[in-house]
């Protein structure tokens, strides 16, 4: 078998037998060590790039197959910041008998393990980290082909052992025993439950979109979890394939039964999920907006951690960019790109058709940051024109918005409402907190009618999974909302298919 050498800052960290016929990527995961993979290995994204010589070209770790012996130069992971989730450490005695639970909210980026006591309904203590299956895709269906190929076990066992991990952190941290965590309650979306139920997603990933399960029951732990012997896992209801726990749980955090007049509601991760409230009636539908908002599959898109670009604006002095972290700009992040979008349509510097213009048509100042990147028109944000934003990027995102935008009108075509009536706008995810709402009502991602009564909510699917964990009242109505939300099919609506290619469209 060959042997393959690892090094990461000129430092041997791993020597150890591959497989001939292999990926790098495939062989670094399989000894935990993580590249950033958003596309899943498809070779589209860009992103999973090592070298095999110390000073030698970057390659595609998905696409170098293993031949023989092999070292490989990894670039340092970056560790993704969670916001918000550094909560307090309330030490507690570990008296026999306690009774604590905890509220597990799965995104397809990040895992986050609250440690509750369910008597005082006191947070005692919080872990989290990067979802163990980020290697095999950022979105859900790169999740899904994988396990289509390859079989669900692996993705089931990695973020079982994560979670697994994630409460043994929690008990490490407050002195709480593994045997008095008698409930555990889940949230995240269709795909994300079924594998961390041990189900196999794959018939979410072909018409009829068959889930083997939409949950909203107590299932037993499965093997490891650190709990009680009699502790149960409750995982909130999906909807739909599409529309998953998150989105019930983000409902009932928000409160949505109690609003009064009607409500959209939308989840922007790497899929748009939208729901809406009006009298006694729920709708809702999901987006196949891809996880361009999450920077992955944009040239310089990335996550939101040191060295993006999270804020861009014209100032007095020209270019104006906020970058996360005291480093110099590496690339853009979600908000980053809606404001860059959001400037260029300002200064006219692309259409609205989408067309990112040449330098000498553009009236404005930014024309001198207008230049060429891959043979198309780009964006330079660096003085070293090295983070861009080019045409093709500008096309993802124009599809991506046309699809949560169509989705909205969707909606509220459906209840019979317009914009101009909605009561309350609630942005719930990190992405949608973190998002300049002007931005993002300026490129069309939502209707500009919506800015007065917009809420950003946050987490809002792990303020659901809390919630339920120390209440079964309100399990009682996450199943009332599932039972009353009628989903809309969006691939085979004919009304969506107009929104969509209406809301293509950029307002001059
Ligand atoms: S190109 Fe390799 S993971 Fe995307």
Redesign the pocket.
């Known amino acids: 078998m060959p042997v393959i050498k690892v090094y990461r800052q000129n430092s041997l960290i791993l020597e150890a037998e591959g497989q001939i016929g292999e990926t790098v ?1 495939a062989f670094l995961s399989s000894k935990d060590i993580f ?1 950033d ?12 790039k090592v070298r095999l010589t110390p000073d030698g070209e970057e390659v ?4 170098t197959i293993i031949e023989g012996d092999l070292t490989v130069y990894a670039p340092d992971v970056m560790e993704m910041k969670i916001a918000g989730q550094d909560a307090p450490v309330n030490a507690v005695k570990s008296a026999a008998g306690g009774n604590f639970g905890v509220a597990i909210d799965i995104g397809t980026t990040t895992v986050v393990a609250h440690l509750t006591n369910l008597e005082t309904r006191e947070r005692v203590a919080t872990a989290s980290g990067v979802n163990a299956q980020r290697p095999y895709g950022a979105d859900v269906i790169s999740r899904i082909e994988y396990s289509a190929a390859h079989g669900h076990e692996t993705l089931s066992r990695l973020i079982q052992t994560q979670i697994n991990g994630l409460i043994a952190d929690d008990c490490a941290k407050s002195g709480v025993a593994p045997a008095d965590i008698h409930y555990i309650s889940i949230a995240g979306n269709t795909i994300m439950q079924h594998l961390a139920a041990g189900f196999s997603p794959v018939g979410m990933g072909t018409v009829p979109f068959a889930p083997v399960s939409l949950f909203g029951e107590e299932l037993a732990p499965w093997e490891g979890l650190p709990v009680a012997q009699d502790a149960k896992v409750y995982f909130s209801p999906c909807i739909s394939s599409y529309v998953g726990g998150d989105i019930t749980s983000g409902m009932l955090a928000c409160d949505l039964e109690h609003d009064d007049g009607p409500t959209v509601f939308i989840d922007i991760g790497t899929n748009g999920e939208i729901a809406m409230k009006n009298g006694d009636k729920y709708l809702c539908c999901a987006t196949a907006a891809g996880p361009a908002f999450e920077g992955a599959e944009i040239s310089r898109g990335m996550a939101a951690v040191p060295g993006a670009i999270s804020h861009v604006k014209w100032g007095d002095n020209g270019l104006e960019l906020t970058v996360l972290g005291d480093v110099a700009p590496d690339g853009l992040c979600g908000s980053g790109l809606l404001d860059a979008l959001a400037l260029l349509l300002d200064t006219g510097a692309v259409d609205e058709t989408g067309r990112l213009l040449d330098a000498d048509e553009i009236a404005h100042p930014i024309a001198s940051h207008i230049g060429q990147a891959d043979g198309k028109n780009a964006f330079y944000l660096s003085k070293e024109r090295d983070v861009y934003f080019s045409a093709a990027d500008i096309r993802k995102l124009q599809l991506a918005k046309a699809a949560i935008s169509g989705g909205i009108h969707t909606l509220l075509i459906t209840a019979g409402v317009t914009a101009e009536n909605a009561a309350c706008f609630v942005l719930a995810g990190g992405f949608g907190s973190f998002l300049d709402r002007t931005s993002a009502a300026r490129i069309g991602l939502f209707p500009k009618e919506f800015l007065p009564v917009t809420k950003g909510m946050g987490n809002t699917a792990g303020e659901g999974a809390a919630i339920a964990l120390v209440s079964a009242d309100a399990r009682v109505t996450l199943a009332r909302i599932r039972e009353k939300c009628e989903y809309i099919e969006l691939s085979s609506s004919l009304v969506f298919n107009e929104q969509f290619v209406e809301n293509m469209m950029f307002e001059e």
């Open positions: 990527l590249l993979a958003p596309c899943g290995g498809r070779g589209r994204c860009g992103k999973c595609r770790a998905c696409q």
